[in-house]
């Protein structure tokens, strides 16, 4: 019996993206546990920079509920993650746990490689923004084998399943979460499948994903994009997060030796400007 998580980040009960992946589940062919947690309903604190879990075996030093949906992530066999839209972008909540990425180094074994698929939920139809280029961000960067991410169509609670387009949605991403890889139906990035692109100078083009620059050319009237890779990798095998680990742990040494000259830098800048704070 397989144990599947499903992520939910958004506030609303009932609403269409919960419903999405309960729609999902029931159409997963193999035998499971749908497991569901809602980002907001844990206190997950802003990330401080301090770099503290990646050089302390207790983990993070924040007091929150971090710990509980890692759990919760270590302990499932695959994923389902739906976010709704918010000013053309995700529900913050999905952007605050990523924040946190750095104390998943700490579980790379564990993480690396379970299947996922993502659905984004939005209101007006092409006004999704960056909301599927999160999605997909936010599964390369928790290590899974994202196999598809969809956008769905719906404001109103339930909306989403009064067209019968999403329903088919559902089936497809079912089918693809134990199954091969949803096959790409526009042009994408070679690298990562991602097909969000910045358009630099001399056809030049970064891909928003795997932010791996190339070239585009067109081809029998479409685009095309060759993009290499770079000599610092995030996501593309286990063995390039485990070198983005050491790179982050290594940090703390370069730090050391140029503590000096980085605090002669700072030091200038440490009483320009009047700070606004929260009245008490």
Same mark, same amino acid.
């Given at each position: ?11 609303? @009960? ?7 992946? @309960? ?18 309903? %844990? ?5 401080? &920079?301090?770099?503290?879990?990646? !050089? ?6 924040? /007091? ?24 053309? &972008?995700?529900?913050?909540?999905? @952007?605050?746990?990523?924040?946190? &990425? ?7 074994? @564990? ?26 961000? %936010? ?18 609670? &339930? ?18 979460? !134990? ?5 790409? /139906? ?10 969000? !692109?910045? !358009? ?33 990798? %995030?996501?593309?095998? /286990? ?23 980085? /605090? ?17």
């Amino acid at each position: 019996m397989k144990k599947i998580l499903g992520i939910i980040g958004s506030p609303r @009960k009932l609403g269409n993206s919960e419903i999405m992946v @309960k729609e999902i589940s029931r159409h997963i062919s193999v035998p499971h546990e749908l497991h569901l947690l809602r980002l907001q309903d %844990f206190k997950i604190l802003p990330c401080r &920079g301090c770099y503290h879990c990646l !050089f302390k075996t207790e983990g993070c030093v924040l /007091k929150d509920d971090l710990n509980a949906v890692l759990k919760a992530l270590l302990d499932a066999d695959a994923l389902i993650v739906s976010a709704p839209t918010y000013f053309l &972008g995700l529900n913050a909540s999905v @952007k605050c746990f990523l924040d946190r &990425g750095l104390s998943f180094y700490s579980h790379i074994e @564990k993480l690396w490689g379970k299947p996922a698929v993502g659905v984004v939920t939005t209101g007006i139809r092409g006004k999704e923004g960056y909301s599927l280029l999160g999605i997909q961000s %936010f599964l390369k960067l928790i290590f899974t084998d994202e196999k598809d991410s969809r956008v769905v169509y719906g404001a109103l609670p &339930g909306e989403v399943f009064m067209d019968e387009e999403n329903t088919r949605t559902a089936k497809e991403l079912a089918s693809a979460l !134990f199954g091969p890889p949803a096959e790409k /139906k526009g042009p994408c990035c070679p690298q990562c499948a991602g097909d969000t !692109f910045r !358009f630099m100078d001399n056809n030049t083009v970064r891909c928003m994903l795997c932010s791996n620059s190339g070239k585009m050319r067109v081809a029998d009237g479409h685009p095309a994009f060759e993009m290499g890779q770079s000599d610092h990798e %995030f996501f593309s095998s /286990k063995e390039a997060v485990l070198n983005h680990k050491q790179w982050l742990l290594g940090m703390k040494s370069r730090f050391i030796e140029q503590k000096k000259a980085l /605090k002669e830098i700072t030091r200038q800048y440490l009483n320009q400007g009047i700070w606004i704070k929260p009245q008490p």
